[in-house]
T-cell receptor
């Protein structure tokens, strides 16, 4: 079955530091890949997505590239802000009718001023 | 923001009582989902619906039932709540256009079973 593995957390960074959050996946076929963000007390919001190999998703300074050869979708940001403090989830969706999302366990990011 | 509301937003109940959570959407999306979020587990799918009166089980469906009599509403029922069902419950919707299952989430319901 499908699975998503995220690096262990939590992660604490100083403001303006570089961020990498690792995500690898196992899936049959060609899944779509997503990063969701959850701010304290809120639901999940889609941060970015990629639907085929070598696609780069980007939003709010975050980027992730769909790497089929390494089955990875690592999230990066060049300079984090305090407002980026949140929980980040990597997820994949297989294709076809009635497809479902499979989530990683999430990682908490805290950014210090 | 996608038009998804959940009610109630918070609920405290006692073991053995029935509980119904409601998800309402104004986007006319075909697919609706119920998840639970627990520390160390991420989000786990409870049930989902792919149309009015069409539902199926997710990975943690035991102890839960769902109903969807209208496109806009998806109800999650705990027939007899247990302490292990204390969690935060999220509803999500999707139209699965283009084969990518991009889901939009509601604000969540925090349920405590004493």
């Amino acid at each position: 079955g499908n699975s998503v593995t995220q690096m262990e957390g939590p992660v604490t960074l100083s403001e303006e530091a570089f961020l990498t959050i690792n995500c690898t996946y196992t899936a049959t076929g060609y899944p779509s890949l997503f990063w969701y963000v959850q701010y304290p007390g809120e639901g999940l919001q889609l941060l970015l997505k990629a639907t085929k190999a070598d696609d780069k998703g980007s939003n709010k300074g975050f980027e992730a590239t769909y790497r089929k050869e390494t089955t990875s979708f690592h999230l990066e940001k060049g300079s984090v802000q305090v407002s980026d403090s949140a929980v980040y989830f990597c997820a994949l969706s297989d294709r076809g009718a009635n497809s479902k999302l499979t989530f990683g366990k999430g990682i908490t990011l805290s950014v210090r001023p | 923001d996608a038009g998804i509301t959940q009610s109630p937003r918070h609920k405290v109940t006692e073991t053995g009582t029935p509980v119904t959570l409601r998800c309402h959407q104004t986007e006319n999306h075909r697919y609706m989902y119920w998840y639970r979020q627990d520390p160390g587990h991420g989000l786990r799918l409870i049930h989902y619906s792919y149309g009015v009166k069409d539902t199926d089980k997710g990975e943690v469906s035991d102890g839960y039932s769902v109903s969807r009599s209208k496109t806009e509403d998806f109800l999650l029922t705990l027939e007899s709540a247990t302490s292990s069902q204390t969690s935060v419950y999220f509803c999500a919707i999707s139209d699965q256009v283009g084969g990518a299952n991009e889901q939009f989430f509601g604000p969540g319901t925090r349920l405590t079973v004493l």
